[in-house]
Nanobody, 120 residues
């Protein structure tokens, strides 16, 4: 499975950006699609995840500002980021969990990362 992410860039505080990530290749079933981020000198952290059945979870730091959604038909996950703050500056990574229900196996895949910089 390959993940292609896009949409990062430079934005002023209070601005918005939209990240997109599309999975392709031999896919069983994407049981979860998520966005993580890693700022310089910090550990990678979960930003938002959307699971099968439309379960959604956000990190406290982005609750109310970010919206995650998925299009199952195109295997795409979108992260709409609003009211961006300088502390949102990080490399954002797309992550998917691909589940092979027949063999009861789960595979974890990561995108290449896209830089988001919030600065005036």
């Amino acid at each position: 499975v390959q993940l292609q992410a896009s949409g990062g860039g430079l934005v002023q505080p209070g601005g918005s950006l939209r990240l997109s990530c599309t999975a392709s290749g031999r896919i069983f079933r994407l049981s979860a699609m998520a966005w993580y981020r890693q700022a310089p000198g910090k550990q990678r952290e979960l930003v938002a995840v959307v699971r099968s059945g439309a379960f959604v979870h956000y990190a406290d730091s982005v609750q109310g500002r970010f919206i995650v959604s998925r299009d199952s038909a195109s295997n795409t996950v979108i992260l709409q980021m609003n009211d961006l703050k300088p502390e949102d500056t990080a490399v954002y990574y797309c992550n998917v969990e691909d589940r092979d229900s027949y063999r009861d196996l789960r595979y974890d895949y990561w995108g290449q990362g896209t830089q988001v910089t919030v600065s005036s």
